[in-house]
Nanobody, 117 residues
Framework: QVQLVESGGGLVQAGDSLSLSCAAS????????MGWYRQAPGKQRELVAT???????EYASAVEGRCTITRDNAKNTVYLQMNSLKPEDTAVYYC???????????WGQGTQVTVSS
């Protein structure tokens, strides 16, 4: 059974930092590009950042320079460090695993990040 379990969300103030973690199980972690997406109320889910096995990273323009995605293949975990948070970063953040050589895609249950002004 595949599980992606996010943690680290919460309520912070604008300008604060937050670190999210996503622990994966039931998959061969190194076969997957890992990513973070977010969905704000009334909006579509959008890309935040992705990281390949080869450490190639992609960031949404809205977070580039403020967020860093990393992965620890020994721990089957992907992280998202978010700095200088803004109220518009408020959303449910979802972990994503996208198989590099297959069509398998998995999602976590999401973790709420709320940034107050």
């Amino acid at each position: 059974q595949v599980q992606l379990v996010e943690s680290g969300g919460g309520l912070v103030q604008a300008g604060d930092s937050l670190s999210l973690s996503c622990a994966a199980s039931g998959i061969i972690f190194t076969y997957y590009t890992m990513g973070w997406y977010r969905q704000a109320p009334g909006k579509q889910r959008e890309l935040v950042a992705t990281i390949t096995l080869g450490e190639n990273k992609e960031y949404a323009s809205a977070v580039e320079g403020r967020c860093t995605i990393t992965r620890d293949n020994a721990k089957n975990t992907v992280y998202l460090q978010m700095n200088s948070l803004k109220p518009e970063d408020t959303a449910v953040y979802y972990c994503n695993a996208n198989a590099d050589f297959a069509s398998d895609i998995y999602w976590g249950q999401g973790t709420q990040v709320t940034v107050s002004s």
